[in-house]
């Protein structure tokens, strides 16, 4: 997975100035870790944070303390520690969302053959919070935790569509500045993804990402107040051809979406027979 070289970004057009710079920097050193990362050096910190050498020393010593990091001294490298762990699988494991959709989602993976993935925006990235793959010896091989871009993903573009316009003007203008040299292909992959939702209530990424991998994506926004998050399927084209993609793939998302929602509100038991394979309504 590609790591992050830049800054994390860690302002808002709405902070007022109320940020605690301390909690701000510290929760910095722990994002600048990917799941592509075993562990990472001061200098990786320092260059990934921009923060100052003195201060990254500061912190790691403090968050190695607190339990949130691990230090291998032979190495001389950090590593996320089992509190950082601990407090991310709690939030995963209370979420409702998480919980009742994953079931759904490795069901439509097996059926599918494809891999099944939900993800929540992490500032200008998507962020995988679960993910099914169906037992096959060719799959995506991403985790919960992987990043992804957001304007090239059908998960990113299927987020964004369902964002309120104020927010996503505001993501969109902070992709834009920090991609300069791209802001057209941005626009225009954004403008692409929003067109295809209200036509078709669904978005595709068709080799966008990755030229061998084909996708469609949708947002879910649940009725009992948790966040936004948006659910994709697909994988390399010899699996997830556009056509196929078009008439199956993206009509079973939908049928997953709406079980979901139904289970959420109780509406749908979760023994009940409604199936996600159903032909879209």
């Known amino acids: 997975m590609r790591k992050r070289n830049s800054p994390v970004d860690v302002t808002s057009d709405q902070d007022g100035g109320k940020h605690s710079v301390a909690l ?15 562990s990472l050096g001061n200098q990786e910190l320092i260059e990934r944070t921009g923060l100052p050498k003195a201060t990254v020393s500061r912190l790691t010593y403090t968050l190695l303390g607190l339990g949130y990091l691990n230090y291998d ?32 989602m490795q069901a439509l993976a097996v059926e599918t053959g494809v891999a099944v993935a939900m993800g929540m925006r992490d500032g200008l990235e998507m962020v995988y919070v679960a993910n099914q793959r169906p037992e096959t010896p060719v799959t995506l091989r991403l985790n919960v935790g992987s990043h992804l871009p957001i304007w090239k993903t059908s998960m990113g573009l299927a987020y964004l569509a369902a964002m309120n316009e104020g927010a996503r003007d505001m993501v969109i203008r902070r992709l834009v500045e920090a991609n300069p040299a791209t802001s057209d292909t941005i626009l225009r992959a954004i403008e692409r993804g929003l067109e295809s939702y209200a036509r078709h209530g669904f978005v595709t990424s068709f080799g966008d990402w990755y030229s061998y991998i084909n996708a469609v994506g949708v947002p879910f926004m649940p009725t009992d107040g948790s966040q936004l998050v948006a659910f994709t399927c697909g994988g390399i084209k010899d699996l997830a051809p556009v056509d196929e993609c078009l008439s199956s793939f993206a009509p079973k998302l939908k049928n ?26």
């Open 256 to 281: 997953l979406l709406a079980e979901l929602q139904g289970r959420l509100t109780g509406a749908i038991p979760p023994s009940g027979q409604h199936q996600i394979t159903r032909a879209a309504q």
């Open 73 to 104: 001294s032979a190495l001389g490298r950090y590593s996320i520690g089992p509190a950082t762990v601990s407090l991310g699988y709690s939030g995963l494991s209370t979420s409702a969302v998480v919980y009742m959709a994953k079931p759904l």
């Open 24 to 38: 701000l920097r510290g929760l910095q050193i722990l994002r600048a870790f990917t799941p592509a990362d075993a």
